[in-house]
Nanobody, 120 residues
Framework: QVQLVESGGGLVQPGGSLTLSCAAS????????MGWYRQAPGKQRELVAT??????TNYADSVKGRFTISRDNAKVINLRMNNLKPEDTAVYYC???????????????WGQGTQVTVSS
């Protein structure tokens, strides 16, 4: 099982910026993709952005042009969030799509989440 440790959440005013980071560790044979999802109170968890090992990215329409996902290496990703809006308020979760051992099935795991609050 992989451990995903998120950092960088907090309180920011509308129009402000934050950067989230996620580091993966543990039993990892290969990682295919990592990404960020978010869940606001009373809503379902939704995709924010993902990045493959090859660098291909995917964004939710609501964050395109404002958020940028990147990776420092195979096990660390970042999410730069600019021009934050109150509707971006949510718990942000890191996700990894990986294979724990060469013989094991591909699977995915979640971090514990980090709160992002956008408010004046």
């Amino acid at each position: 099982q992989v451990q995903l440790v998120e950092s960088g959440g907090g309180l920011v005013q509308p129009g402000g910026s934050l950067t989230l980071s996620c580091a993966a560790s543990g039993s990892i044979f290969s990682i295919y993709a990592m990404g960020w999802y978010r869940q606001a109170p009373g809503k379902q968890r939704e995709l924010v952005a993902t990045i493959t090992t090859g660098g291909r990215t995917n964004y939710a329409d609501s964050v395109k042009g404002r958020f940028t996902i990147s990776r420092d290496n195979a096990k660390v990703i970042n999410l730069r969030m600019n021009n934050l809006k109150p509707e971006d308020t949510a718990v942000y979760y890191c996700n990894a799509d990986y294979r724990p051992r060469s013989w094991a099935a591909r699977t995915d795991d979640w971090g514990q989440g980090t709160q992002v609050t956008v408010s004046s």
